[in-house]
């Protein structure tokens, strides 16, 4: 009976200690959304030790928000002084104590915080270029210790360790790297990290296709191709749903794939498939990204280029060229070499358009890049078409000044084979 008595005092104990940490929790959450200035949400750090974790998650993600917001403003507001409020004091306790508790103590394995709560933290840093090593290094030790091995978690940190640039081998330069590299056999800890990533990835029965994507530009962007098995998965996943990629996502794929020179011939013809169904959604950034990379992994392959979705680009740059969407400097090449003073006022109107130019980068124009992507790409695929170079060579002139020398080079050498061949 006393054992008994024992047990349901220890429950009611427990009961109430939940009751209270939630009226606590909830209390903090409410005191931390009716703060919308930096000062108030920094001047919190002080009461750090005594919050609940879900709570000092919420103040670091809101904090992070609102200094993005602000420094946006100051920034459109030239009178305005910019502050880095990463510097400010509150803000370096917040970190420090984030970082202390990050593996143990009250955000650590054995705490409430959930991985979810831990990629909200990294995302806040992110948004604001917040680049702190120690709980970077202390998350990719939570992956290597099987403490987070969530495959959908895994993924998004590497997107997030992948983004900051951040490498576990540059933080251990010199003698200490050599060190470690002769106890793990000459594995970095940046490879033992990825070894450990695609462990859990081929582990996962399924894996949904947006995951999938996302892991494929995962490795494009850290540079690790030579895990075959894993890239096969990660297609075979992609080729079951290739229709519910975005735009964005179809194009990570082929720039991954053409990094990786290698990519499996299903889902070669299902890319493919899905960006010539795609195309009209499209943008020409997008497309001369997909082109590009298509006849890159056809000349690494020894695959021969796919002229349906060449035709398909081909016929969408002329019909806009002639719809005069491209550009309203159209001239011709004749009368520009022929009158001195037309060419002086030509360049005098592509030097004024220049900051219209870099503008609408993001819109649907044909700038330098693209056209030395698409050119490029037609180049090496022995896609030859006068009207469609003639239409890519007209508007980069328009756009000369805008152009980098790489691109210039580009340009010129596919016009050297469109010579050739002609």
């Known amino acids: 009976k006393q054992r008994k008595h024992e047990r349901v005092q220890a429950a009611r104990i427990e009961e109430m200690t939940k009751d209270a940490h939630m009226i606590q929790l909830r209390q903090e959450i409410q005191t931390i959304e009716s703060l919308n200035n930096v000062s108030g949400l920094l001047a919190m750090s002080k009461f750090l030790d005594r919050m609940q974790p879900k709570s000092v998650v919420r103040l670091f993600t809101k904090t992070c928000q609102v200094i993005k917001s602000e420094n946006q403003r100051q920034r459109m507001s030239p009178n305005l002084e910019l502050i880095d409020y990463k510097q400010e004091e509150g803000m370096k306790e917040m970190v420090k104590f984030i970082g202390d508790n990050w593996a143990f103590g009250a955000l650590g394995i054995d705490s409430t915080t959930s991985n979810r ?154 890319l493919i498939v ?51 969407k491209l550009g309203k400097l159209v001239y011709k090449a004749s009368s520009m070499f022929n009158d001195e003073v037309q060419l002086t006022h030509q360049m005098e109107l592509m030097i004024a358009h220049r900051d219209r130019l870099s503008a609408i980068e993001d819109s649907n124009y044909l700038l330098p890049k693209q056209v030395a992507q698409f050119m490029n790409a037609f180049a090496l695929s022995e896609y030859y078409d006068f009207e469609l170079y003639q239409v890519l060579e007209q508007c980069l002139v328009q756009q000369m000044d805008l152009a980098t020398g790489p691109q210039l080079v580009q340009v010129f050498g596919a016009h050297q084979r469109l010579t050739l061949n002609m």
């Not at 290094?137 to 951040?166: H, P, R, W």
């Not at 499209?282 to 690494?300: G, M, N, Q, V």
């Not at 349906?308 to 019909?319: A, G, S, Y």
């Open 274 to 324: 899905q960006a010539i169904r795609s195309s009209d959604k499209l943008d020409f950034k997008s497309l001369a990204e997909i082109c590009e990379s298509h006849a890159l992994i056809c000349e690494r392959q020894g695959y021969f280029p796919d002229k349906t979705l060449l035709t398909v680009v081909r016929n969408l740059i002329v019909k806009h060229n002639r719809e005069d």
């Open 117 to 270: 709560d831990r990629i909200q933290i990294l995302e806040a840093m992110l948004s604001i270029g917040l680049k702190n090593t120690k709980i970077l290094g202390e998350t990719c030790n939570l992956i290597m210790a099987d403490s987070i091995n969530n495959v959908e978690a895994v993924t998004q940190i590497l997107n997030i360790l992948a983004k900051f640039k951040y490498s576990l081998s540059q933080e251990l330069e010199g003698e200490k790297l050599e060190e470690v590299k002769g106890q793990f056999g000459g594995v970095t800890p940046d490879e033992m990290l990825l070894q450990k990533c695609a462990q859990i990835m081929k582990k996962e029965p399924v894996i949904k296709p947006h995951v999938s994507c996302l892991m494929i530009w995962n490795l494009y962007a850290i540079g690790y191709r030579s895990d075959r098995e894993l890239i096969d998965k990660l297609s075979k996943s992609l080729v079951s749903n290739l229709q519910l990629l975005s735009p964005q996502e179809l194009v990570s794929c082929f720039k991954a794939f053409a990094y990786f020179g290698y990519v499996p011939e299903e889902a070669r013809s299902g």
